[in-house]
């Protein structure tokens, strides 16, 4: 890979900046100045060091989101806010996108990367990726809608869920956590209209081995750590 490319996405700055920085001999490959922006690197093996700081080659990037309500999953849309508004500018080059989609007036965790091979493996209808949910209510749920969703509910002539967990979690019983392994549209709450129920708030709190980080606020967005990247990536979760 060329040294403007690979130092201009390791660190999100603009090749022609880069190129200068590279003529002023701020660049060094293995202890070596280059000088000559065009040099092909091993991005891999060989030790980069830009302004005497070592620099990390890397192609994807991997992001949690607390999703706030108000934002479209989306990267443009013409009338609101969409949630690639919400990275730091410092990831703009990587160009992520939203993994799956969240309603504008969902919240909770989301995903975004520019790994596409990723986001269609877990966004594949085969892999059956679990999604958990906290649900607010307008009713509260009863024992037998726990039964309702294990069976799976019918949504569409020819789609019916496949068996979705229902668990209460407030005495009350308005509040509960959905597990669902398809992501059919408005799935969580049209799956409350079929137990004559609604849904008034709804946030997704995990996604496969993937847990939203609690102290994430709302709107914020943080790099996965290496070991939610592999909870994320495993098999069968
Ligand atoms: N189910 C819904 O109804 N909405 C979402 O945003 C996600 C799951």
Redesign the pocket.
């Known amino acids: 890979m060329r040294i403007d490319k690979l130092l201009s996405n390791a660190l999100g700055i603009g090749r022609k900046e880069i190129r200068q920085s590279v003529k002023k001999g701020l660049v060094r490959c293995n202890g070596n100045v280059i000088k000559d922006p065009s040099v092909h690197v091993d991005e891999n093996n060989d030790e980069i060091v830009f302004c005497g700081e070592a620099v990390k080659y890397r192609e994807f990037v991997y992001l949690m989101l607390n999703k706030p309500e108000g934002y479209i999953s989306a990267t443009y849309d013409k009338k609101y806010p969409v949630v690639t508004d919400l990275v730091p500018a410092e990831y703009a080059h990587f160009e992520v996108f939203p993994v799956g ?3 504008i007036d ?1 919240h909770g965790l989301l995903l975004l990367t520019n790994d596409g091979d990723l986001a269609h493996r877990l966004l594949s209808p085969k892999s059956h990726v679990p999604k958990t ?1 906290f649900v607010e209510s307008a009713k509260p749920v009863k024992e037998e809608d726990i039964k309702i969703f294990e069976n799976g509910i019918e949504l569409e002539a020819d789609f019916t869920t496949l068996p979705a967990k229902l668990e209460i979690a407030s005495d009350d019983k308005t509040e509960s956590l959905v597990t669902i392994y398809e992501g059919k549209f ?5 799956m409350f209209e079929a137990i004559d129920n609604e ?1 008034v708030y ?1 946030k ?1 709190i995990s996604m496969g081995g993937l847990k939203l980080d609690q102290a994430l606020a709302e709107g914020q967005c943080r790099e996965l750590t290496a070991e939610e990247l592999d909870a994320l990536c495993a098999k069968n979760n």
């Open positions: 989609r969240l309603d969902t949910y408005h799935q969580v709450k049209r849904v709804l997704r």
